[in-house]
């Protein structure tokens, strides 16, 4: 190993310390998903089983097979830290897992360590990660973890040993997310076709590269099976299945065009396309110089990642931005499928200059990371503001969250951080779900569908809660709730009369895309925080005997 190995370890982890400081000093990353997850981790960990909670909630690990990996997690250690460390915990892995395990991957396929993997850790901030897809995150970094391990772990065990750990370690992943198992399979394929195009030479060589992928991959079937037929519920089963599947809308090339940036946009703005770009240059200009090694099979893996990105609908099985995940696949497996050489081997000076390569990524790396972090500081104000609103909320009661709405154009003027890009998703919406750990509060957004998540919610709660896709609808809709149309599982804000205790507004502090809005009388300010408002119901009228208020 060259003395400027040693140098690529020590800057590739400093690398790796510079993705973990936007998450070690945020209390709160602002994360769409994440205040969702926390309060569900919370409850899982044991406070599901104490009042309150535990005449609304019941906690069943036994009944999902997959996407449960920080659910164990939480059921084994989340009683012995503070969920809020806790939760650092996890979006660390989430955060440093990924592009850790393509600088790894590559390193086992090319040999030796290289200046190129210091810039991995770049492309840490993509879509899913802002999203707070935690399981997801993770499992891709533990499945490019395991490919990595995977060439050393077969020579050593033989034949059988490498069946029986790869189909082990794919139980795991599965664990975590099902996509998880999915990447591992088709990086295990890829390291089978090999790092060369030998298998294209000749019609034999192409069936003997076929049968080495179909031995690598067959271990991974064994516990995708077994979870499928064990599963009391799969994914999706508490929809009807004729919208289980959804392209939402129809086919859209422009749309499946955008959805490609999803792997390396954090917030689809032109910073996110400089810092790539810039990543891109050496490999540009080592193609342009002939001096760009690549893997074929991990490049062939990554062109089928993106054809499954066009080919799958935005919706499977109930689960949501499904297609956005293949171009996070795709990126990751391309970066480690490639090694750009622009450095002239014969150089007198080549080591230093490899050095200062590195040193060049290590910027970008840290300059991403601090941009991103700033966003993240910003929207501590937001999460600050719904903690001094909530505080007035007392035990046991149920809140409901609605939102002043923004037209795509305003959106774009709206503090950074609360939109994703221009004119994408609220990443504020499940903030509310935050009012279960700090005030031990009922919402209706907690993430509680068969087959997918542990959390189950007990009658009459089930009546007012969404299990999942849950958003916070227009304020305006808290004046004609009885007629209006509303967003898939947002059916209990027609209850708000009679269900729930107080009416949380969110963004607040920026004008509603239907005008001011007269707030009903049955509604009393308790406070304005700015971001955050929050409303009292008053007394609901009176209902026949025995009927119980949910919350009340």
Same mark, same amino acid.
């Given at each position: 190993?060259? &003395?400027?190995?040693? @140098?690529?370890?020590? %800057?590739? #982890? /400093? *690398?790796?310390?510079?993705?973990?400081?936007?998450? !070690? +000093?945020?209390?709160?990353?602002?994360?769409?998903?994440?205040?969702?997850?926390?309060?569900?981790?919370?409850?899982?960990?044991?406070?599901?089983?104490?009042?309150?909670?535990?005449?609304?909630?019941?906690?069943?690990?036994?009944?999902?097979?997959?996407?449960?990996?920080?659910?164990?997690?939480?059921?084994?250690?989340?009683?012995?830290?503070?969920?809020?460390?806790?939760?650092?915990?996890?979006?660390?892995?989430?955060?440093?897992?990924?592009?850790?395990?393509?600088?790894?991957?590559?390193?086992?396929?090319?040999?030796?360590?290289?200046?190129?993997?210091?810039?991995?850790?770049?492309?840490?901030?993509?879509?899913?990660?802002?999203?707070?897809?935690?399981?997801?995150?993770?499992?891709?970094?533990?499945?490019?973890?395991?490919?990595?391990?995977?060439? &050393?772990?077969?020579? @050593?065990?033989?034949? %059988?040993? #490498? /069946? *029986?750990?790869?189909?082990?370690?794919?139980?795991? !992943? +599965?664990?975590?997310?099902?996509?998880?198992?999915?990447?591992?399979?088709?990086?295990?394929?890829?390291?089978?076709?090999?790092?060369?195009?030998?298998?294209?030479?000749?019609?034999?060589?192409?069936?003997?590269?076929?049968?080495?992928?179909?031995?690598?991959?067959?271990?991974?079937?064994?516990?995708?099976?077994?979870?499928?037929?064990?599963?009391?519920?799969?994914?999706?089963?508490?929809?009807?299945?004729?919208?289980?599947?959804?392209?939402?809308?129809?086919?859209?090339?422009?749309?499946?065009?955008?959805?490609?940036?999803?792997?390396?946009?954090?917030?689809?703005s032109l910073y996110d396309l400089v810092f790539v770009a810039l990543l891109a240059l050496p490999v540009l200009v080592a193609l342009a110089r002939r001096r760009?090694?690549?893997?074929?099979?991990?490049?062939? &893996?990554?062109?089928?990642?993106?054809?499954?990105?066009? #080919?799958?609908?935005?919706?499977?099985?109930?689960?949501?931005?499904?297609?956005?995940?293949?171009?996070?696949?795709?990126?990751?497996?391309?970066?480690?499928?490639?090694?750009?050489?622009?450095?002239?081997?014969?150089?007198?000076?080549?080591?230093?200059?490899?050095?200062?390569?590195?040193?060049?990524?290590?910027?970008?790396?840290?300059?991403?990371?601090?941009?991103?972090?700033?966003?993240?500081?910003?929207?501590?104000?937001?999460?600050?503001?719904?903690?001094?609103?909530?505080?007035?909320?007392?035990?046991?009661?149920?809140?409901?969250?609605?939102?002043?709405?923004?037209?795509?154009?305003?959106?774009?003027?709206?503090?950074?951080?609360?939109?994703?890009?221009?004119?994408?998703?609220?990443?504020?919406?499940?903030?509310?779900?935050l009012a279960v750990p700090w005030r031990h509060a009922f919402v209706p957004i907690l993430f509680a569908s068969r087959g997918k998540q542990p959390l189950q919610?007990?009658?009459?709660?089930?009546?007012?809660?969404?299990?999942?896709?849950?958003?916070?609808?227009?304020?305006?809709?808290?004046?004609?709730?009885?007629?209006?149309?509303?967003?898939?599982?947002?059916?209990?804000?027609?209850?708000?009369?009679?269900?729930?205790?107080?009416?949380?507004?969110?963004?607040?502090?920026?004008?509603?895309?239907?005008?001011?809005?007269?707030?009903?009388?049955?509604?009393?300010?308790?406070?304005?925080?700015?971001?955050?408002?929050?409303?009292?119901?008053?007394?609901?009228?009176?209902?026949?005997?025995?009927?119980?208020?949910?919350?009340?």
């Amino acid at each position: 190993m060259r &003395a400027s190995s040693g @140098r690529f370890a020590w %800057l590739l #982890a /400093f *690398a790796v310390v510079l993705l973990a400081l936007p998450v !070690l +000093l945020t209390p709160l990353p602002p994360l769409l998903d994440y205040p969702n997850h926390l309060a569900r981790l919370w409850l899982v960990a044991g406070r599901a089983a104490q009042p309150p909670f535990d005449r609304i909630y019941a906690v069943d690990l036994t009944s999902v097979r997959t996407n449960i990996g920080i659910d164990l997690l939480a059921a084994a250690l989340g009683s012995w830290l503070p969920i809020e460390r806790f939760g650092q915990m996890l979006v660390l892995g989430a955060v440093v897992l990924p592009p850790l395990g393509a600088a790894l991957l590559n390193r086992s396929v090319f040999g030796g360590l290289h200046w190129w993997l210091v810039g991995l850790p770049l492309l840490a901030w993509n879509w899913t990660l802002i999203a707070g897809f935690l399981n997801f995150q993770i499992g891709l970094g533990l499945a490019l973890l395991a490919a990595a391990a995977d060439p &050393a772990l077969a020579r @050593r065990t033989g034949p %059988l040993g #490498a /069946f *029986a750990i790869r189909a082990a370690l794919a139980a795991l !992943l +599965l664990l975590a997310h099902a996509f998880a198992a999915l990447f591992y399979a088709g990086l295990l394929a890829a390291l089978a076709l090999g790092r060369d195009w030998d298998f294209l030479r000749s019609p034999r060589e192409l069936g003997r590269a076929v049968r080495r992928v179909a031995v690598a991959v067959l271990p991974i079937l064994l516990p995708v099976l077994l979870a499928w037929l064990s599963a009391p519920a799969l994914p999706g089963a508490q929809e009807d299945p004729a919208t289980q599947t959804s392209w939402q809308g129809g086919f859209s090339l422009h749309a499946k065009l955008v959805t490609l940036f999803s792997g390396i946009a954090a917030y689809k703005s032109l910073y996110d396309l400089v810092f790539v770009a810039l990543l891109a240059l050496p490999v540009l200009v080592a193609l342009a110089r002939r001096r760009l090694r690549c893997h074929a099979g991990l490049l062939l &893996a990554t062109l089928g990642f993106l054809l499954l990105a066009f #080919a799958v609908p935005p919706k499977v099985a109930g689960t949501y931005f499904v297609d956005a995940r293949f171009p996070v696949m795709a990126v990751l497996t391309a970066v480690a499928a490639l090694r750009p050489d622009i450095v002239v081997p014969a150089w007198p000076r080549r080591p230093a200059a490899e050095v200062l390569l590195a040193c060049a990524l290590l910027a970008l790396v840290g300059l991403r990371a601090a941009w991103v972090g700033g966003i993240w500081h910003e929207r501590q104000a937001d999460i600050a503001s719904l903690s001094r609103a909530l505080a007035h909320v007392p035990p046991g009661k149920a809140i409901l969250q609605v939102t002043h709405s923004m037209t795509v154009p305003a959106r774009r003027s709206a503090p950074r951080g609360r939109y994703y890009g221009g004119g994408g998703p609220m990443l504020y919406e499940h903030l509310p779900a935050l009012a279960v750990p700090w005030r031990h509060a009922f919402v209706p957004i907690l993430f509680a569908s068969r087959g997918k998540q542990p959390l189950q919610v007990l009658p009459p709660w089930d009546e007012i809660a969404g299990p999942d896709n849950t958003t916070a609808v227009s304020v305006h809709r808290l004046a004609d709730a009885e007629h209006a149309v509303l967003p898939e599982n947002t059916e209990y804000v027609r209850a708000w009369r009679t269900r729930f205790d107080y009416i949380l507004v969110l963004n607040a502090d920026q004008p509603d895309d239907e005008g001011p809005m007269t707030m009903p009388p049955e509604l009393e300010l308790v406070a304005d925080e700015g971001f955050v408002q929050l409303y009292r119901v008053k007394s609901p009228p009176a209902r026949p005997p025995g009927e119980v208020r949910a919350g009340g």
